[in-house]
């Protein structure tokens, strides 16, 4: 762990320039530019207020400015989610070329899946930003607690990124597990809808790592509340424990990559 | 005692036919053995091979190394192996100092980038800072005399642009020790002399290089010892003219090779008027037939034949593009035979036969054979050199003598100004 962590300072340069690279051909030849970096969330937020809408019909409580302010504060951080480990699982086989005719260290490919996807994050956080206003967001101090959230998302992606891109080098199969996985997965995370509408399930929404950084992220970010700490421990635990796990994991099968991909 | 630069400690590497594992039910297990270590010291299982057998040898600082053999003897997975990409299943390497591989050229180019984006995406995967290639830019693309097309996506270039702005960059790495493994069998003939000459100057400035090349004329000129591997093992590791002297000599089965792309040679040989024959008179005239069978169904099968002399100089090759010949497109299975009518117009000595077959239109390589047989010349006027120009002597006779003083008349310097 420390030595792979000394290998991605030595290839600092290396990271930068793929994820360059994945960043400049995204955005080279297409029509739409940086607007595919919103497109995500706005589809995410769109569908989210057709369920909610649908919700208030049939319970008869009126939506809330705040409702979909929370939906699209979800959104970015689950189009990122997406984004990252659809990318990331390809990222070895895709680079196969790379993988079998250079040394370096591989760790790069599902990282550089990562940093590519938090740069589109990063565009669309200010679009969010000049909006919270009017959906009616509460500024207080806990928007402090963004940074530590939005950190822990990514850790807990880039460990997932990291076991799924040395899996589907071996098994070409998983891409489409998580494909499939991806796309049902919204519903069993609390995107388009709060954690709460569970009722006594909630617990068990929770153990979704996710589900506690969205969570977190619509309570400090529109209600002005501090995040339930207990269960932000327990995603961030998780999240160390798959970018350890992960590391280990692909490392152990680095060796094989060149003669297996 | 010289320092090393780098050295195969006994290096054995295990190689699977086919799928290495096609399930979890099959990969787990070899993950515990490994973890266990027993995995490494165990014999080999039906359909396996070793690719490198007991591999042992050390480089010199500064020593120029190349080497050959056959098409799946064992050499790029040796780079593979120097390189660091493999890990060998059994024994150990050490590297001394910064090395730097060359095994495909314009690795991680994007077709989308343009020429000036891939070159520092290039340069960066292949070692450098940004900083130092930001240095040697215009250094690089002035070698690779693309100054116009430098800002075109490469999608756009000639395969022969690509593959000289691919060598440029790493021509341009400045390591201690280059891996080289057959980029300069791309690009035009200028080119590749141009890519000996840097890699010359970079042996020069003390840099240890190793080298893999079917030019056997770039080897013989650029290496000073060659190691001959066949079937995974080390065969000769000598003077480079002794190593290839050898490795010409044992000619290649076709059908021990493992087939790569979707058409193989079957065979290569060559007849005279009376049938297949090994030796030929000066003069005469000689078919050289190439045979080959699709595995897979094989699109614009072009043939090229080459023929090399004993000092490995490049003394004849065509193609059946060349001569203007359509290429063939085959089905899966489907065999075909390609003739060539050649007048042998050769010096006495032996020659060397290599076959090619190349993608028409991409210039990519489908299979190669060298060598695929050899003939011995003869002829009855004793003449040295790759041609034979059926040399008369016309005449051969001593002028008359002459008295002392006359012979002094040449001594005096001769009247050079114009008449």
């Known amino acids: 762990m420390k030595e792979a962590l000394r290998d991605l300072i030595r290839n600092r340069e290396l990271l930068y320039m793929i994820t360059w690279r994945e960043i400049r051909i995204r955005y080279k030849q297409s029509v739409m530019g940086l607007l595919w970096a919103l497109l995500m969330p706005i589809i995410i937020t769109s569908a989210g207020l057709v369920v909610r809408i649908a919700v208030s019909k049939v319970s008869g409580r009126p939506i809330t400015a705040a409702d979909i302010g929370g939906i699209g504060v979800k959104a970015l951080p689950w189009a990122f989610f997406v984004s990252a480990l659809r990318f990331g699982t390809i990222s070895l086989t895709g680079n196969s070329s790379l993988v079998t005719k250079i040394k370096f260290p591989r760790l790069i490919f599902p990282l550089s899946s990562v940093l590519t996807s938090l740069f589109d994050m990063a565009i669309a956080i200010p679009v969010v930003v000049v909006l919270l206003p009017f959906v009616g967001a509460r500024a207080s101090w806990n928007i402090l607690w963004v940074p530590v959230l939005l950190l822990i998302l990514v850790i807990l992606t880039a460990g997932l990124c990291i076991i799924l891109s040395a899996g589907n080098l071996f098994f070409r199969d998983i891409k489409y597990l998580v494909e499939v996985i991806l796309t049902f997965a919204i519903f069993f995370t609390p995107v388009l809808y709060d954690a709460s509408v569970a009722g006594k399930w909630r617990t068990l929404l929770m153990l979704n790592p996710m589900a506690p950084i969205l969570e977190g992220l619509n309570s400090t970010v529109i209600q002005g509340r501090t995040p339930d700490m207990s269960w932000i421990a327990y995603s961030a635990a998780i999240a160390l424990l798959l970018l350890w796990g992960g590391t280990v994991f692909f490392q152990r099968l680095e060796p094989r990559f060149a003669e297996s991909v | ?419």
């Open chain 2, 1 to 419: 005692m010289s320092e090393f630069s780098l050295r195969m400690n006994h290096v054995f590497k295990r190689f699977r036919r086919g799928q290495q594992h096609d399930s979890l039910r099959d990969l787990i297990p070899s993950l515990v053995k490994n973890a266990v270590r027993k995995d490494r010291e165990r014999a080999l299982a039906p359909q396996e091979f070793w690719v490198l057998n007991d591999i042992d040898f050390e480089v010199k600082k500064g020593e120029t190394l190349g080497i050959i053999g056959h098409n799946g003897a064992g050499k790029s997975t040796m780079l593979k192996h120097l390189s660091g990409i493999m890990v060998p299943t059994r024994g150990s390497i050490e590297v001394n100092g910064r090395l730097s591989a060359l095994i495909e050229v314009g690795a991680g180019f994007h077709p989308d980038l343009t020429g000036r984006e891939n070159v520092f995406l290039n340069g960066v995967i292949l070692g450098m800072t940004r900083a130092e290639v930001r240095r040697k830019f215009d250094e690089i693309v002035d070698f690779a005399g693309l100054e116009e097309f430098i800002d075109t996506p490469v999608k756009r270039y000639s395969s022969g642009m690509f593959a000289r702005l691919g060598f440029s960059v790493a021509a341009h790495l400045e390591p201690d020790i280059l891996v080289i493994d057959e980029v300069l069998s791309v690009g035009d003939f200028t080119f590749q002399r141009k890519g000996i000459e840097k890699m010359r100057a970079i042996a020069k400035g003390g840099a240890t290089v190793i080298f893999v090349s079917h030019n056997l004329q770039a080897v013989a000129e650029f290496c000073e010892r060659g190691i001959l591997l066949e079937r995974g093992q080390i065969v000769v590791d000598g003077p480079t003219d002794d190593v290839i002297r050898r490795y010409l000599d044992t000619a290649v089965n076709h059908d021990e090779r493992p087939a790569r792309g979707p058409v193989r040679l079957v065979g290569t040989k060559i007849s005279g008027a009376g049938g297949e024959t090994g030796t030929f008179q000066a003069g005469s005239r000689a078919r050289i037939t190439v045979r080959l069978e699709a595995v897979a169904s094989a699109e614009k099968v072009a043939v090229v034949i080459q023929l090399f002399n004993a000092d490995f100089y490049d003394v004849f090759h065509t193609s059946t593009q060349r001569l203007g010949q359509p290429p063939l497109s085959l089905e899966a299975r489907q065999k075909a035979e390609c003739d060539f009518d050649v007048d042998l117009h050769l010096g006495p000595g032996t020659y060397y036969i290599g076959a090619y077959l190349y993608r028409y239109d991409t210039e990519s390589e489908y299979d190669h054979v060298f060598p695929a047989t050899s003939f011995v010349m003869t002829t009855d006027r004793d003449s040295r050199g790759a041609a034979n120009l059926y040399p008369v002597v016309a005449r051969f006779d001593a002028e008359p003598t002459v008295p002392d003083m006359q012979v002094l008349a040449p001594l005096r310097a001769p009247d050079r100004s114009p008449a």
